[in-house]
């Protein structure tokens, strides 16, 4: 394991000299091996020789999520159909599934990155991981189990879902590490809660939480009340799957994988790099990929980049929070919304759950905002007065954040539909060519 937790503290220019080396051999190599790459670069008149250094990157062609559908199902593979040991597929959560694939080296670096997280929450031998991602096609599942065995931790495989399940394994088999979407994770609180269990009475001390935007209110909820370090953590199916960055227990951003995907930030309409700092869109170069090499891939999610050093020792750059996905951005009246500033102002009110779903209408020519969120067991038990008030509070609370009067239903507890994975959180009921495409 030393030579993982090496890779994550080595100087900067030591390892810029590292990633350019890299990505040459990933370039060339795609250029040479996939039409797609290699019709772009001839396009724009460049080889993997062009790359002099780390800044040549921004000359590159961007890669869509568009260039995998046209190419779906395997169309962007490197490597013949023989070499590939594994296929997963993206969530779908936009759209059509995204097909990705792994040769038996990818599986390899996909476990030591796993591991490197795991180890960021200080995850070993000693631990019990309850791995609540879904096992299938989705990779979070598979992911943290090859990652958490890697560590030599003992896994749980028991998926999401089967509420009384993971209660039953949290309570008998020790579970000191759970791994979920943080919206799962909500979910088993409450019912433990509600089986009047305590969770200092369990072994919980850290939980893996990503998959899905969440908010800095979400984490004081979940550490509150399963009494855990909550880390968050990114990754997305095209790039590997989670294990492309995470947090540190400083919980300031978190690390990317650099030595293995090269991230950049750029501005999603001029598609130019933003300093450090500046939210944009991330993009991800892969360096060391072999079925499936991206050059300059748009994740469309929203963060900023932090390259100085961590209070942590490790030198690799980290992201911020993702605040939204581009396509997630909702256009209402004019103004930007994302459902993560939602759950913010949410989070700040008592008396409700962040367990929402915003529900977009077209009144007329006006576009109406309806919030539906879960009241507290306590004040629903309290009566429809008590619902009325808190759902005032939040409309105020809204207003506040975005600047536009929503309509505020606080409904009774699961009211809203619960989800073992990814929570839905929006549904936009405009006419098509209405909403933002
Ligand atoms: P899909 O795009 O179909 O959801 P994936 O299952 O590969 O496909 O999910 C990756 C996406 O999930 C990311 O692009 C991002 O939008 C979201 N995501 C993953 N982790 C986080 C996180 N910690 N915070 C916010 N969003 C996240
Ligand atoms: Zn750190």
């Known amino acids: 394991m030393k030579d993982l937790t090496a890779a994550e503290r080595l100087p900067r220019t030591e390892l810029g000299r590292l990633q350019l080396g890299r990505l040459r051999r990933s370039v060339a190599s795609a250029a040479e091996r996939i039409p797609l790459h290699r019709e772009r670069l001839r396009a724009a008149g460049l080889t993997a020789r062009d790359l002099r250094?780390?800044?040549?990157?921004?000359?590159l062609p961007f890669t869509t999520k568009a260039d995998f559908r046209d190419a779906y199902p395997y169309g962007l593979l490197a490597v013949p159909l023989d070499d590939v040991v594994r296929v997963h597929a993206s969530s779908g959560?936009?759209?059509?599934?995204?097909?990705?694939?792994?040769?038996?080296?990818?599986?390899?670096?996909?476990?030591?990155?796993?591991?490197?997280?795991?180890?960021?929450?200080?995850?070993?031998?000693?631990?019990?991981?309850?791995?609540?991602y879904g096992y299938g096609l989705f990779t979070g599942g598979l992911g943290f189990h090859y990652g958490a065995e890697r560590v030599g931790a003992a896994v749980i495989p028991i998926s999401g879902g089967f509420t009384e399940r993971q209660l039953m394994a949290l309570q008998d088999l020790g579970s000191t590490v759970l791994c979920s979407t943080p919206s799962y994770a909500l979910y088993l609180a409450?019912?433990?809660?509600?089986?009047?269990?305590?969770?200092?009475?369990?072994?919980?001390?850290?939980?893996?939480?990503?998959?899905?935007?969440?908010?800095?209110?979400?984490?004081?909820?979940?550490?509150?009340?399963?009494d855990?370090?909550?880390?968050?953590i990114y990754g997305l199916s095209e790039v590997i799957g989670p294990g492309v960055s995470v947090e540190c227990p400083e919980r300031r951003g978190m690390h990317v994988a650099e030595d293995h995907f090269l991230p950049e930030v750029v501005d999603p309409a001029t598609l130019e790099p933003v300093a450090d700092g500046v939210p944009g869109e991330l993009v991800f170069t892969t360096l060391t990929k072999e079925a499936l090499p991206l050059i300059r891939y748009r994740t469309r999610d929203i963060t900023t980049l932090d390259r100085t050093p961590c209070a942590c020792g490790r030198t690799l750059a980290r992201i911020g929070r993702i605040t939204g996905r581009t396509d997630d951005m909702l256009i209402i009246r004019g103004v930007n919304v994302y459902p993560s500033q939602i759950e913010h102002a949410l989070t700040q009110v008592a008396g409700v759950e962040p367990h929402y779903l915003l529900v977009v209408r077209r009144d007329g020519a006006l576009d109406a905002l309806e919030v539906r969120v879960e009241a507290t067991a306590s004040v629903a038990a309290a009566g429809p007065d008590a619902m009325r008030g808190a759902a005032a509070l939040v409309k105020r609370r809204i207003h506040e954040t975005i600047g536009l009067t929503a309509d505020v239903t606080?409904?009774?507890?699961?009211?809203?539909?619960?989800?073992?994975?990814?929570?839905?959180?929006?549904?936009?009921?405009?006419?098509?060519?209405?909403?933002?495409?």
């Open 53 to 59: 250094s780390l800044d040549d990157l921004r000359r």
């Open 93 to 132: 959560t936009t759209g059509k599934p995204t097909v990705v694939a792994y040769t038996r080296r990818d599986l390899q670096t996909w476990s030591d990155v796993m591991a490197r997280t795991l180890m960021m929450g200080g995850v070993g031998r000693s631990d019990v991981v309850q791995n609540a």
């Open 190 to 226: 409450e019912a433990l809660e509600e089986a009047g269990i305590a969770a200092k009475d369990l072994r919980l001390r850290v939980g893996f939480f990503g998959a899905e935007p969440w908010t800095e209110g979400m984490r004081a909820a979940l550490e509150e009340r399963l």
């Open 228 to 232: 855990l370090m909550a880390l968050n």
């Open 410 to 437: 606080v409904v009774p507890p699961k009211a809203i539909e619960r989800s073992a994975g990814k929570a839905k959180r929006v549904e936009d009921l405009r006419p098509r060519g209405g909403a933002p495409s």
